[in-house]
Structure formats: C-alpha cells, structure tokens
C-alpha cells in the first residue's frame, strides 16, 4: 500500500458553516476528494487497523526450589521465527501506512471545519468515528434549516408595483439554498410558488399565458416563467416610460403655445 502524500489539491473543498446552510455540498465535496485520494475506507468505515500478529513464546524452567512449582516455574519469552518476524514487518508497514492515511483524513476534516467544531470531535478516536458525529449533527440541523427556508421561500409575495425580476432573483437564490441542501423544491412546486408569490396585476397575462400553453400544447418550466414574466414586466416599464415621456412632451407644447410672445 502506497503511502498518500498530502497535496495541495487535497485542501479543495469549502469551509463547513456552523449554521448547516452548505452541509450537503460540504460532504459530498469532502467525499468525492478522499475518494479521489482511495480513503474513502476511512471514512465509512469499510476499513479496519491492522492488527498485531500474536507471536509465540518458548517456556524456559526455572523453579525457586526443587520438587516445588510456582508460577514462576515457567517464564514466557519472545523468540521469533524467520516466518514470524516477516509477518511482523509487514504488520508495521500496513500499519504505518493505515496510521498516515488516518493522520490525512483528519488533516483535510480539521482544515475545512470551524475551531469550535474541531474541539467537539477531537477527541473522537478513529476518522470513522469523527466522520459519524459531524454527520449525526448536521444532518439534523440541515433538515431543519431547510424546512424553515422552504416555508419563507412559500411566503415570498411581490409588491404591487415592485421589482419583479428583483424578486425572482430572491426566490432562485432560496430554490439554489435548497438545493445545496440537498431539499430542492420540484420544478411544479416552484412554478406554483412563482404563480402564487406575483402581484394582482399579472393575474390577467397569467389567464393568457395558461390558456396559449394549453392551446399550443407548451409546458412552460418554471425557468420559463420567470423569464417571459420578466419580460412582460420590462414590457410594461418601457411603456409606462413612454407614456411619461409623451405626457411631459405634450405639457412642455401646451406651455409654449400658451406662453405670450415679447
């Protein structure tokens, strides 16, 4: 077994938030570069330190009176076999070689996670034992963040005049969370959202819009929404900037032809 050398491309995986909020994208980042470095054993466990060969002894006599034993008539000492000591040595090769893999698994999870997560698991014992408690931990706090972004992403509502495109780039950047989360809301659910979240005033080129897919035989993806919305929406500023322009053009003519000449 090659000894793994630690390598600058190894360190290439984002910083574990203490919020949970990148735990899905941490992990499978972590794993797919211990992975890439053939210790993913380390991690799940699939892996196990060698253990010692038991060597066998030779009693010697050594009685403290004659015609009397004692436990200490016999002394156990060590005297290995050629075959032996081969076996020995390459317990401490394969060990040598587990313990350094181990010592870069803990390097990359001690260099990717915040100080106050590194004193809770320090002392956790093997890699596998420390890869289970971060785990355990976050895999719960994610479930939870996730449920309390879905329910916000849910309540998102538009102004009646407001930005639309603002607003979708809100609600793609909490569809984006989600899916970092490893809890993406389905492309249905998402267009619901989108429907749901838009002011009144759309309502209208939504009953259009619905009607023209049905007739065609269009599915529209929620991607797909957004940007005809958003185009409707620049749409409507456009024409509302023009009907500004013409209303302050037609007052500047009315001031002129009323202003009386020198």
Request: charged share 25%.
């Amino acid at each position: 077994m090659s000894i793994t050398k630690l390598g600058d491309d190894l360190m290439k995986v984002p910083k574990l938030d203490v919020s949970g909020t990148n735990w899905v994208v941490y992990k499978n980042c972590f794993l797919w570069v211990i992975d890439a470095r053939d210790l993913l054993d380390h991690v799940n466990g699939s892996g196990w330190e060698p253990t010692k060969p038991v060597s066998k002894g030779k009693k010697v006599g050594g009685g403290s009176k004659e015609g009397e034993a004692s436990r200490e008539d016999f002394v156990v000492v060590e005297e290995l076999s050629p075959e032996d000591a081969k076996t020995l040595e390459v317990w401490k090769e394969k060990h040598c070689a587990w313990r350094h893999s181990e010592a870069v698994v803990k390097q990359q999870v001690a260099a990717t996670i915040p100080n106050s997560l590194f004193m809770k698991v320090q002392g956790k014992g093997t890699t596998y034992e420390i890869w289970q408690a971060l785990t355990k931990d976050f895999q719960n706090k994610s479930r939870m963040i996730s449920m309390d972004l879905r329910r916000r992403l849910q309540q998102q509502h538009c102004a009646e005049k407001g930005n639309v495109r603002a607003h979708f780039a809100t609600l793609r950047t909490m569809r984006e969370d989600l899916s970092s989360m490893g809890h993406p809301p389905t492309d249905d659910d998402f267009y619901a959202i989108l429907l749901g979240s838009l002011p009144s005033g759309y309502e209208p080129f939504i009953s259009a819009l619905n009607t023209m897919s049905s007739v065609l035989g269009m599915y529209l993806s929620s991607d797909d929404l957004m940007q005809t919305l958003s185009d409707e929406y620049d749409c409507r500023n456009i024409s509302k900037t023009s009907k500004r322009e013409e209303n302050s053009a037609f007052h500047a003519g009315e001031v002129a032809r009323r202003a009386k000449p020198f």
